[in-house]
Each structure stands twice: as C-alpha cells, then as structure tokens.
C-alpha cells in the first residue's frame, strides 16, 4: 500500500472503513517475503476512532454464513465454509481430529502367534485399522466396565498357513471376523474344571445378547476397512487372537481419530495490480505451475492475463519470485472463507462427521453457558 | 554440462556415431560421467566392501600358513637324532565341529547360538621316524593328522559361506547383507582391527627430539626384528643399534663392513664435495679413536657389543660371531650377507647417509611419517600369521621336549611313536585365546599388542560394517603432536576424511575409504629376473663410484637396493605396461622418485591402493562401449582390470601421476581419471546426504552417531541372541538416498525413518537442539522401537549330580507368582513379563559339596528363582528360549525380553547430519501446525539449529526429499555427485518442487493448529530422515530416597545400576556453602548420608563406647567414663580415625561447647 497522507485521503462515508483497513481486515496478504495481517481482529471497538463497530452480529453472521459443498463422496468431502471467523473453523478441524469418539481395538488377547511380527506390535496394527460402525450405537468403557455388547466390539483372527505350503500368506485387515456373541476365550477361574458348573464358562466378554439380532446390524454386519496388511505368514505360521474394539476419542490415541485428516485452507485471491499484457502474460501464465492465470485475447494481437482459478492457487509464489512481480501480482487470503477439507477413515460418512463436529461444539458451548450462569 | 540420472541411458547414443569423429571429440567433456559409476558396483560386487580382510586371511590361510610350516618344518629329538619328524604339506580343512568324536559340518551362526568356535581343522602329512635301533627303519608316513583348529573368517575362502548365493545363505541362517570378514569365537563376533604402522624396511629420513636428522629403518625378516638408525649429531654420524651398548661412530662401521679406506666410502658417497665435506668429521672422529683397519674396527666394536646375560635367549645367540655377526644378522637384516661380502650392505648404508645429507643440505627431504606412502597396514592375515608361527613353533619345541622327556626314561612299557605326540591343543587354544582377548602376546617378535580383536557391536548394520574398516592407530594416545591427527592429503580416496571419532582417539583412528583395498604379500624373485630382463643392472656388479652416478637412478624393490638403470622413466613406463598386460600382480607400484633418483617398486604387503581409470594423453581407456558391455554383463570389473582399463595405484605410485576428477577436466599430461569422487568417503560417511555442503566435523559426528542409531540389523536379527538388540519397529529407507547406501545395502536394513519437519520455532521445549513431536505421529508408530535383552541362565554341574529342572508348583497361593513359568520352570515365549517376575527356576543341590558315593535319590534339593528386573511399571515380553550348552559344557538357558517402547520426552533422535537432539515435548496433533494441503508435521525442529551448524547439506536433504515425494521419485545425494549425476541439484529440486505446486524454497505456507490463523511466515517444511539412538531416558532416569548404602562407608551407593544416591559433590557443596544454606549442607553431607552417634572422650580426644548391656559409656584409653560425650559424626569420619589409628597415628577430638 503506497502510503498516502490523511489529508489526502477521501471523505469516506461513515460506517466504512478505508479501503487499505478493509483489505488487511478481511485478507492475508501473501507476500513474497512471509505473509502479512494473518491475525484476525476481533475486538468490537478496533475501529472505533473512524466510527465503524467492529463487533459481531449475529443477524448479518446469520446472513452471510454459506456452506457450499464442492465434492463428496464416501470417503472425502470438500466444502466451503463462507463468513466464518478462523477460530470457529479450526475449532471445527480441531473436534474433528481428537473429539469426534470412533470405535477402534484397544484390547488384543493372542491364542497363538508364530509369525515374525511381534505381538505388541501386531496389536499396534490391529489397533490402527478402521472399524466401520456407527460409534453413536455402542456406549463409552470405562475402567472398570464389563465389555458388553453396548460398549465392545470382538474381531476373531485366525489364520494359517499350512507346513509345506511353501509361500507367503499375507493377512489382511478383511481376515479378520466379527463375533456378535462376543469373545470365545473363556477367562481363567479358580477351578477350571468345576464339574458342576454346567453353564458357560465366562468369557472375556459378558453379552446378554448377540449384537447381530440389533436391527443396526442385522442387516450389514460390522467390517473392518479391507486390504489392510496385517502380517506376512511363512509356512507353518498361524496366528489366532481375539480383538477387542472399544468407543474412544482421537485425544487418547490417534487409532480413534475418525478422520485421516481434516484441514481447511483459506480461499486463495489472487489480484492483478496492473495490466500484465504480451509476454509478460505469457510469461505469468507460464510461470504458474496450477494454471491460475489465462490468458484473454483482446484483439488487434494483444494479449492479456487474467486470473481464470484462483481456486487452485497453491501459493508457490513462483509468480512474484521474480523481482519487479510483486508489484503487478498479489496473493492473497480470504480471512472468512475456508475450502475445508475432511478425509474419513471409513468409520463414519465425512458429512456425518462433521455434524457430528460441530454437535460436539455445541454441547460444548452449551456446557459453558450452563457453567457460567 | 547438465546431467541428470535418466540421462544416463541416452548418452549412449551418441557413441554410434562417433566412430568417425575425430579424437577432439573425444577428448571433450564426455558424457560417460553416470556410466563410469558402474564400475563402482561392479567393484563391490566381485570384491565385497571387506575384501582386504578377506583376502589377507586367504593369503594367510592358503600361502602363507604353507611358508611358516615349510620353514620350520623339521623336527629333531635332541636326545636321539634318528628320532624326527618332518613336515610334508599343510592344509586347512572346511570348517567343522568335533562333537562325541563325530565331525560335523559347521555354519557360523550355529556357533553364534551355541557359544563354540567357528573353525576348521589345520591338517597336516608327516613323515616321521621313531628312531632306528640299531637297524635302518624307513621313514613312515602318515597324512592328515590333525595339529590344531584355525578359527576361520566368515566369507573367506574356507568358510562354508563363500561364494553362496543369497538363497542358500537364508537357509544357512545368514544375512546376505552382512559383509563377513571377522571370526566367531566361543560364540562372540571379533574382529581383528586393521593395525597400522610404519613401513619396514624402508628409509625414514626425519628429525629426532634434540633436532638432529636420522635415518632409521625397521628391518623385518623372518628371522629378526630390529631397528637400525643412523644419527648425525653436531655434524658427526653414528650408528645406534640396540646390539650395541652406545651409538657408534658410522665409518668404524664401514671399516669393520670392509671399507677400510676413507677414499671408498666417499667414492661410494658420490662425486659432489658436499657430501664429503659432510662426512668429514665423521672420518676425523674415526682417526682420532685410532681405528683403521678391518681388525680394529671389529675390536672396537666387540667392546661395544651387548651381551645378552639372559640365559633363555644365549641358545639363539650361540654362533652370533661378535660384532660381525651383529653387522651381518641384525644391522639392516633384509639385507643379506653371503660369504661376508658386505658390498651389499655398504651400499645400502652408503645410500642411508646420501639421503640424511640430503636432508641437511635441504630440509624438505625429510621423510613424513604421517605420509601415507610410509605406512602398512597390518590386516588379519598378517597378525594371524604371526601368532600361528609362534605357537607351530611352540607346539615343535613342545614335541621335541616331550620326546625326549619319553626316551629319555629307562623304562617305556609302549612302543614310542613321535606322531601321537603331536598336542593339537596348544595351536588351538593359542588362537582362539588371542582372538577372544585381543592380546598379541609373541616373545619371539617382542610384540605385545593389547585389544588388536574388538567385539563386532551389532547396533546397528553400518555399525558393525564400521568395524570392518577401521584402522587402529599405532602411536599410544597420550602423545601430543598434531601431526598424527591430522588429514593428510595422500590419505585421498584411501582412508576416509570424515569417519574418524572425536575425543583422545581423533584423528588416530582411521577408516578406509568405499574402494579402497590393502595388498597382500607377493613373490619378488619374478619381479627381480623381470627387473634385470628390463636392463637394471645388479648392484654387485658395480663398482661404488656408479652407484650414485648422475646418469642413472637407483632400482629398489621391497626397501632393498636391486641395481641401477640409466632410463627410469622407460624402466618404469614398461613395467607398469607388464602390469596392466597381467604379467605381473596387479598391485605391483612402481615409483619413480626424481629427487631421490630412485625407482621405488613395492609387492609387499599391506599397502593402501585404489582403482582408476588409465588414460592416455588425458582420453579415457574406458570407452562408452565398454560401460555398455558392463551394462549387458558381458563383461566384469576383473576384465577391465585385465584389459588395463583399470589399474591399481598405490600412495606412492600415485605421485608420478596426474589425477584428472573428471574427464572433462582432463589434460593431455592426465594419465588417470578418478572413478567417482564419492567412494574418497568411507560407508558411514556415504550414508550422508549432500556432505559436501556441510561444515566438515558435522559428518564426523553423523559417522559416530550413525552407528548408534536404531534400525534394522540384519536379515537375521530375529535369530540372533545377542546380549542387547536395538530394534526399530518401522524402519524406512531414507528417501534422499546416496549411491553408497545402495551400495551397502543401508536402503534394505535402514535405521531411520523419514520424517516431515517443519523448521520452526515451537512451545519453548524446544530450546537447545530440542525437538518437538507429535503425538500422532508417535501413535501411528514413529520411533517406535524393540529392545531386547539377553538373560541367561545355567544349570550348573557338580561331582555326581548337576542342578535339575523344576515344574513350579502350581498350588494356589504359589500360583500367581509362578504363572509365567511352563512346566520345565522356564518362562514361555509370548508370556508378558514386568518388573519382580519369576521368569527361571531350577532346583540346586543343597549341599555343593556331596560325595560322589552320594546315592542319587538321596541328594535333596532346594529350588533357586531368577526374577525379571526391568523398568517398574513397564511390561516387557519374553521373545524367545533358547537352550544350548555354554562353554563348559553347563545347560544353559538364554531369555530374550523385549520391550517395545514409543518415543517419550528425552529420547534422543538425531538426523544424519550431526545434529542430534532430544525430544522436548510431544504435542497433540491438532495443536501442530498444518498447511495448505493439511500435512501436519512429524516433528518441529528449532531453526536456531542452522545458523551455527551450517549444516546446508539437511536443508538440501529436505527440499530433496520433499520434491522426491512430489514426483515419486528417490533423489539422490551423493558426495560431489552433482557433476557426475549423483546428486540432484539444488535448481532442479526446485523445478520439481514448483511443478509440484511447492514453493522453490521449500517454504510452505502453514496455519496454526492453536489459533487457526495462517503463521506469519513460510516454515522451511519437508522429510528429513531421523534416526533414533539408542540413549533413551528409560535407561538413565534414576531417582531415590532411602535406599542402599556401602558396606564400608555406611555412605549410599553409587550409579543408577546398585539405586545409588545423587550426590552433592564439591561444587554444588561449594554453591550451598557460598549460599549459606548450612542446614541443607548439614542435612545433605550428613542426615541423609551416614549419621553416627560416636562417644568421644573429652579428656584424650578419643573414640569412646556404649556398653549396650549396661548403658555406661566407658572411654577405652582413659579406662573410664568420665568424660565422655556423644555426638553425631559421618561414619566415614570415624572409619578414617580408625584406620588412621591402626597406622599409629592418633587423631584426637578437640570438643568446645557450642
């Protein structure tokens, strides 16, 4: 911004800010060197000397508040979220890696395990492979809960590869096999062979029911993500285990964060300053790596740059590297406008994720409004 | 001239149509750089990276051990000559195991399991004779006895291992990765360490500490050892020889050699006055002791002459003929006297002194002893030479004294047979006792080498490769001179400028370089007839004015003086012509020294030599045609070896060449060309990306630090039973790779892992090197590593029964404290073990010393438990069992525990570039900052790191690493590889980082995970390749309170191992002093320390005591308890007046009221 001084300036209507204030209010500006005004001002009487209340309303959030969904499918989804402060979206990002609860395995009991991958780091594995079910259906464990079939899922693994048979057996994530009756390894009693004791023996689990016979169920049963390597077998191997899956919150472990990854970017602006026509169009087309800029033929064989998809900016900066572009080309950041990115681990739909996301934020609100008061 | 690796495969085809173009073409910068680099693999493939080990112990095992039996192989009783034996041939056979009587074919890893040997038997033919009776007995002969075990080097020849391919290694329980080249011994990997040392038999011309130049020479034969030096001392010149008690005048020597008159010597000396001029006052020296001629020298000389007083050596010494005989056998004793012709000798001497006075005329023709060119590497085969020679001799002299003990006793009830007497165990044992302690203890040789054998640490894999190149230094540490420690620049691609360690070994220790190889010994008759084929003329031929006539240059072979040639440039243009032709080895150097007018030709061992390309008139040899045919296999790198593509160069022979890096940068006065400029560094420093934009020692700490780093180990780690394994759980191939990591093989037993930084300044944990990580990260298995400890245990044997096993009981209340036991009282793998476990139980005689009449069942015993102690509150597992009988012959039991750990606050991780670090805190994901394309760091690295480091080369590996995930694609970093292709470039790191949407710099723009905003500047973000070591505070935090004292001082005890104390030492005593905290002094030195109530009698100032019956205090000088009082004293203090006291000194408490 060439700096001007403040007589110079023109009357500006009230309620308004100068046009330099409104762009470091509402952009990042991206420059060459690091980018500058990243932090957003929040305070309702900033600009209180040129008589502009700073302070949120909820009527005018209420109006310009946009969700925009860009792509979704099962796995990714791709979203705007439009007239949103930075600390609302990242908080959504933030519940969205450690707080939204996913069902993963916590507990492995091993039978048998020959293969070269040791048991803790077996279970290590098991424990990072996505379970797909609704976490919602089943109930938290805490330490001193029986696993019943509201709070714990059982996985069997039993796989073998046969002396002689002379290849490797990979064992994938798909091998491994819901029990709804619960666990099968009876627990160690005090008197093991109690003649008279003709009921089940009790077993790690305690289910009234099966969890097959829950209408949720019934019909899909519970999967785990398929085609996971979990081991490599040689001949003569075997493992034979027991998973025990348990509700839990990304905070804990990483196992249970629903998402891969959730992030946001803010929405790229990328502003031509001057006229850039010709070569130096042509240059600039060419310099940028995400095709930003197109160029528009003007006639009489002028050429001319646009700016066709600042959408895909990556902020290389490859075009103000050179010096002279900074001056003809600005990057910039919308403050208020977040491309939000949730990629799932199959658990649960991303949609349904981040709905969950931001009930969560809700209660959380809503806790403190009850604390407070 | 750019050139990229995918380059590669097009510069070939210009070579079609250069067969017309004329040869400035060719000269021109050739595009064959990326192509010559195969040779490299080429090289590692047919001679593995430990070749010089192997091939040492080869020549020993196939040639040299012949020698040593054939020059000794004559065995005569003393007491009856008819009575001898006689060596016929020697052998060494496959390795083996004699077990029950039965052989049975060996493989090293069973003895690394079962604690034996790996050796083979060392067989011999004899023909022997029992002594005649009277009547003529012929000669018996028998073959294949038996007369030792010769422990054998893994990969060697003999070794079962040799030349098996990756498969039938497998089922031999081998990694095919592991480099061989060190023996297994009662089952510990050693290594003999390469020694070096400084040459024998070769003049050093140098200065010693008062400042006067000497020539010493180290004369080495079979037979002797021995030091001569020529001193010039206030211009005169003696002899010191440790045959004789004082230095002596140098011309008495020359006269008693023959030289009576002045005239020959100086003759001898050459025509130029100023050498005669130097040697005059040597000759007045000699007239004024009134010596002229022959006979009075020798008198003179006899005076002299040490006598040996010590008894054990006057049978050697028996015929030593006096002085004379010390001037023939000892002084300079490679040359030797036939029929007292001292010609030879005089010559050699006359040459010593030229070359001292050179160096007076000319300070700069002093001999450097740090010049590579001045040393020899001692490798296994020699030492092992060595110590076989003295112990066959050992065993004969035993055999000798043996028999004629036999026949000397009037009554013999058998038949006497020389052949059974032969003891197979002293050779065997003499061996194996050497290599399993390192001490080299030859009498014969007056050698006495302490740790020549190291343990080969299996930390990690580069670490035991380091082991395998590293060289031992000859000087002792204490010395102070730089001049050892130094870079020396003929160490050039033969010994590795960055591997060395840091502290009192810097510099002293060396390793070898990626192609360096050592020589071997070899034949020199065929180089002497070759010599004088070629026009030298023999030096008894001439007369001494010739010798050092201006026209000619003298001819030395192996430190000995051949003759002379008028045309040294031609002599030796055709001999090195005859060895690239293959008439002669390969690692024949011939040196033409212009200032010294020698020819130096060197085929004796231990020499340092590498491979380069020859050219003539600055065009390579090689050829595009040639890498083509390497490429189609057609041909190997013995073949350009034998078609004098290639050559062999040792440190000498390499000052008569000019070295062109590059062809490009070739002249026509070029006579080689470098293969790569990257194999000068040895394999721990290739590991380092970009170490030519480092600051030099960050790459020697990554090569110390590289061997501490956690990974993979071996492809048979699984089965090893080592004491202590470091394993990673996740280990990755770095993704910025060097061409000698493929080489080694680091990119299939990496100990790292790629890791996304992110260089910003976080949290404040991470001051000081500290890193910042995140959890995330650690929870998806980051760092994660495996440590597993051996336990062993033994059942023990006694008279007539040995300790049993035990089935735990399995009674209620015993029942949980012996869950983890199986039935033979022993934990079962699997089973989770913690901190106090049982996890051993045997039963043990009660009585250690039953009588052997002892009937079994009447013997009780008692049960003995071994339980687990590890970290508290930790859960380890029992991994493996393994039962195998230990070294005598005991039931031994090995438990492998593991435990796997995750990375917590102050583990230490460190990427290659020497900068270590520990980890400072572990951060929550979604608190790390994430960017544009929601990649959140592994760890954040603090950038105060950079400035000081100049560690350029990391930040090279990041951008390169980063744009190697972008396009799919491992980049490459070798050192100075960016003009041969190895190494990518900066520029086009850059190109890809943009095409890929990334900034050229590497900088990204990121957000922060806490406020959501974007940072307020690009964060330098992309993998770099960490490494965890194995310091982990699991191991080192320690804490107490109350807990175990000292038995002597009542003080606590000491280290984290016994749950000793922390103590308050002097200085921060002196800090609570300063600061007046007296209670806290009080409290700390003594409350908390050893307390001691002491009566003390006031009157005598002596220590006193309480009757405990009668409470009285009685004061034992005064005879009463008068005047006692009690006070608090250290107990320490009171154990010093005591033992002061018991030396008779009285130390007396003076008390005054406080």
Sequence with gaps: ?373 | MVMGVMEGSDALHPSQGMREVDKQFLAAPVKSAVDKFQLVPEFIKVRGLVKEHLDSFNYFITTDIKKIVEANNFVRCTFDDKVYLRYLKVSVGKPSVVKDGITDEMNPQQCRLGEMTYSAPICVDIEYCNGSYGHIVHPQVKKGVVIGRMPIMLRSSHCVLFGKDEEELAKLGECPLDPGGYFVVKGNEKVILIQEQLSKNRIIIDKDKKGCIQASIMSSTSMTKAKTTLVMEKEKIYLNLNSFTSKVPIMVVMKAMGMETDQEVVQMLGRDPQYAALLLPSMEDCSNLGIYTRKQALAFLDKKHRKWNNSNNSNNRKDDGGALGVLRDIFIATIQVKDDDFHRKCAYVVVMLRRMMDAYLNKDALDDKDYIGNKRLELSGTLMALLFEDLFKTMNTGLVAYSDNLLNKSSRSTKFDISQHISREDITNGLERSLSTGNWNLARFKMDKKGATQIVSRLSFIAAYGYMTKISPQFEKSRKVSGPRALQPSQWGMLCPCDTPEGEQCGLVKNLSLMTHVTTDEEEGPIITLCTNLGVEDLSLLSGEELHSPSSYLIMLNGSILGKHRRPQLFATSMRKLRRAGKISDFVSVHVNEKQRCVYIASDGGRVCRPLVIADNGVSRIKHHHMKELKDGIRNFDSFLREGLIEYLDVNEENNTLIALYEGEATSDTTHIEIEPFTILGVCAGLIPFPHHNQSPRNTYQCAMGKQAMGNIAYNQLCRMDTLIYLLVYPQRPLLTTRTIELVGYDKLGAGQNATVAVMSYSGYDIEDAIVMNKSSLDRGFGRCIVMKRHTAVYQKYANTSEQFSTPSRAPHDRERNQLLDNDGLASPGEIIRHQDLYFQKLVPENANISVNAHPSNIKYRPSRQTYKGAEGEAAVVDRVALCSDKRNNLSVKFMIRHTRRPEVGDKFSSRHGQKGVCGTIVQQEDFPFSERGICPDLIMNPHGFPSRMTVGKMIELLGSKAGVSCGRFHFGSAFGEPSGHADKVEDISATLVKHGFCYNGKDFLYSGITGTPLQAYIFMGPIYYQKLKHMVMDKMHARGMGPRQLITRQPTEGRSKNGGLRVGEMERDCLIAYGASNLIYERLMISSDPFEVQVCRKCGLLGYENHKTKAKVCSTCKNGDNISSMKLPYACKLLFQEIQSMNIVPKLTLADS
Aim: glycine share 4%; aromatic share 8%; hydrophobic share 35%.
């Design chain 1, 1 to 373: 911004m060439p700096k001007t001084p403040l007589w110079d300036l023109p009357e500006l209507p009230k309620n308004e800010l100068p046009l330099h204030l409104q762009l470091q209010k509402t952009r990042v500006f991206c420059n060459n060197d690091a980018p500058t005004h990243t932090e957003n001002i929040h305070y309702s009487g900033a600009y209180a000397a040129m008589g502009v209340d700073n302070s949120l309303r909820l009527d005018e959030f209420r109006k310009n508040f946009k969700v925009k969904i860009i792509k979704l499918n099962e796995e990714d989804m791709e979203f705007d979220l439009i007239g949103i402060d930075a600390s609302i979206a990242n908080a959504f990002r933030r519940i969205l890696i450690s707080e939204v609860p996913t069902m993963a395995i916590e507990k492995v009991l091993v039978a048998n395990s020959s293969s070269v991958v040791q048991d803790e780091v077996l279970a290590h594995r098991l424990g990072l492979i996505p379970i797909i079910v609704d976490p919602r259906l089943f109930d938290y464990m805490s330490e001193n809960d029986i696993p019943n079939e509201k709070n714990s899922i059982v996985f069997k693994l039993h796989v073998k590869n046969k002396r002689g048979s002379g290849e490797r057996r990979t064992v994938f994530s798909h091998d491994l096999q819901w029990l709804p009756f619960g666990s099968e390894y009876a627990l160690p009693t005090e008197n093991p062979s109690d003649p008279n004791s003709n009921t089940k023996p009790k077993t790690y689990t305690s289910y009234t029911f099966s969890q097959d016979t829950l209408p949720e169920f019934s019909s899909n049963p519970i999967t785990v993500t398929p085609g996971i390597i979990i081991s490599k077998l040689g001949p003569g191997q075997e493992i034979e285990l027991e998973a025990h899956a348990c509700k839990g919150l990304g905070k804990t472990h990483a196992k249970w964060s629903p998402v891969a990854t959730a992030w946001y970017r803010m929405l790229p602006e990328v502003i031509l300053l001057q006229d850039i026509e010709d070569e130096d169009a042509e240059e600039l087309v060419k310099k940028c790596p995400v095709n930003v800029f197109d160029i528009e033929d003007m006639g009489k064989g002028r050429k001319w740059a646009t700016v066709a998809r600042p959408r895909a900016c990556t902020l290389c900066r490859e075009c103000i590297r050179e010096p002279g572009w900074e001056e003809k080309v600005a990057l910039r950041r919308v403050k208020d406008h977040f491309i939000f990115t949730i990629e799932s681990t199959g658990a649960l739909p991303p949609e349904v994720l981040f709905t969950e996301a931001v009930k969560i934020l809700e209660d959380k609100c809503e806790r403190l409004i009850t604390e407070m008061s």
